[in-house]
């Protein structure tokens, strides 16, 4: 009993102050809005002379990339190279220590070297350099 006290007391506090401190602002919010505020839909009006300007997008759509060829080939080789010995370490820390076998991590190194290889040349190609 006396732990439901110590904790209802704090929590029905907090629910009174945070009624009471927004009960005061939605009043006076209300009362000062500016006349060029719709309302009941609560849109800015805009005058039709307002003589707004149209912003052009920053690039068009169908302008080709700045990047060339050579770049996103330079790009997958060498996400390619660091794809295969990260894939390679990877898969062999998958596979662990578990035989006692005198090559530990191989299979997993020679299943992920592959798959890190592929991967590293694609995500190379679209972003680096």
Do not use: W
């Not at 929590?11 to 505020?37: E, H, K, Y």
């Amino acid at each position: 009993m006396h732990f439901a006290a110590d904790t209802a007391m704090p929590v029905l506090r907090g629910l009174v102050l945070t009624m009471l401190c927004f009960s005061g602002t939605a009043v006076d919010v209300a009362a000062q809005a500016p006349a060029s505020i719709s309302r009941a839909t609560g849109l800015l009006r805009v005058p039709p002379n307002a003589g707004l300007e149209r912003v052009p997008p920053a690039r068009q759509p169908n302008e080709p990339s700045k990047r060339g060829i050579g770049r996103a080939i330079l790009g997958g080789a060498a996400g390619a190279v660091g794809g295969f010995f990260a894939g390679g370490y990877i898969g062999a820390m998958i596979e662990g220590n578990g035989c006692s076998c005198d090559d530990p991590g191989l299979k997993g190194a020679l299943i992920g070297a592959p798959i890190g290889s592929v991967a590293g040349a694609v995500l190379g190609a679209k972003y680096l350099f």
